[in-house]
């Protein structure tokens, strides 16, 4: 198993082992939406439901959100495809509850004309005309509105005690790669409406995102590419004054053999290996092909240490996730909710369930 890494400090430091929600919650103390990007591929659907399962962990009631209409979220629940409307995933330690919601654009567009134009009826017949689809497909800057829209809905609704219906939302958001046109799209809209309820709905969003209520975090593989995306939009989305949480690093191998094993060459000694197998009284013949394995073993592990290091740069809190073979069951899922709340000793493998987080 690999070690569960979470350092609240940045380089040059010496390590300070948290668990990350609470190293989330020292970071970002309001926020109760959390952003969850990542570059396509690097698992970021897999860490924001962890993230999720680990808040409402903490007796929290949280809410997951998709909009990418990939039913990612009833895949990785095994539930039927998730139909426009909030249900119940799951429960959690200490009374807490996970839903989930697939939004929709065309239901979220219908459910806009219906809330701020009361046009309920005209919105039911557009949609029959094909026209609202025409529209949100056309303009993927108001598909992106109507979605923020109603992430922003999901986190400020209260309840007839006047408090927030979730303790937070977690939404699973578009990759790296689109995350700041995404995140940004209600300013380009605020900038064309000067007043009224699309300039008031606007500003609500806007006051949100970039406020102190939202934390964005990272989700990342240890490999040049995602790394180097990663890099570029931490940078492109604290520039647009977006609040950054944590890096998730997905995928991470156990450090089994460490790169200094290898020679002057880069590569194992295979006459070496031998002698030190036939010194254990272990058949020789294969050495020169496990040389090869552990040549090339070696050698992630150095591109891995070496993406450590450039991630060391953005100062941010950070957690290493295993390797798990893609579908991920429900049961491995909560084990990662579980490294969440742990707190991570560098190199230890921090999977004493005594020493969870509190906070977040």
């Keep these: 198993m690999v070690a569960t890494r979470v350092t609240a400090d940045g380089p040059g430091r010496a390590a300070h082992p948290v668990a990350l ?10 926020a109760r939406l959390h952003v969850v990007t990542g570059k396509g591929g690097t698992g970021k659907t897999t860490a924001a439901a962890a993230l999720a399962l680990a808040l409402a962990s903490l007796g929290k009631k949280v809410l997951l959100v998709e909009v990418e209409s990939r039913q990612a979220i009833a895949q990785l629940f095994d539930i039927p495809p ?3 409307g909030e249900q119940r995933l799951t429960s959690a330690a200490n009374g807490g509850e996970l839903f989930g919601l697939a939004i929709d654009p ?3 567009m219908l459910e806009y004309l219906e809330l701020f134009y009361g046009l309920k009826r005209a919105g039911k017949g557009l949609q029959r005309l094909g026209a609202v689809d025409f529209v949100t497909t056309l303009a993927p800057g108001l598909r992106d509105v109507l979605l923020t829209g109603k992430v922003k809905e999901s986190v400020v609704r209260v309840g007839p005690d006047d408090r927030p219906v ?3 939302v977690v939404l699973d958001a578009p990759p790296t790669g689109r995350i700041s046109r995404f995140l940004d799209a209600t300013q380009e809209v605020a900038k064309l409406a000067k ?3 699309i300039r008031s709905q606007s500003d609500g969003v806007i006051t949100l995102l970039h406020g102190p209520r939202t934390a964005v975090h990272i989700v990342t593989l240890l490999e040049e590419m995602p790394v180097q995306e990663t890099m570029d939009a931490a940078a492109e989305l604290q520039t647009l004054g977006f609040r950054l949480g944590a890096v998730v690093v997905n995928r991470a191998r156990p450090a089994l053999l460490d790169a200094a094993a290898l020679g002057p060459d880069g590569e194992i000694d295979a006459k070496e290996l031998a002698a030190s197998l036939r010194k254990a009284g272990v058949p020789v013949a294969h050495a020169p092909a496990l040389a090869h394995e552990m040549t090339e073993y070696a050698q992630r592990q150095r591109v891995q240490d070496e993406n450590l290091l450039r ?3 953005l100062e941010l809190p950070r957690i290493e996730l295993p ?3 893609p579908p991920v069951a429900l049961g491995e899922l909560k084990d990662l909710a579980a490294r969440f709340l742990v707190t991570g000793v560098p190199g230890d493998d921090a999977e004493d369930p005594s020493a969870t987080g509190t906070s977040a």
Aim: proline fraction near 7%; charge should be negative.
């Design 21 to 30: 929600v609470d190293a989330i919650a020292a970071r970002a103390p309001k």
């Design 82 to 84: 998730m139909t426009y």
């Design 106 to 108: 065309e239901q979220a």
């Design 166 to 168: 979730y303790d937070a």
């Design 195 to 197: 007043f009224g309820p």
């Design 311 to 313: 991630l060391d740069g």
């Design 323 to 325: 390797d798990l073979n």
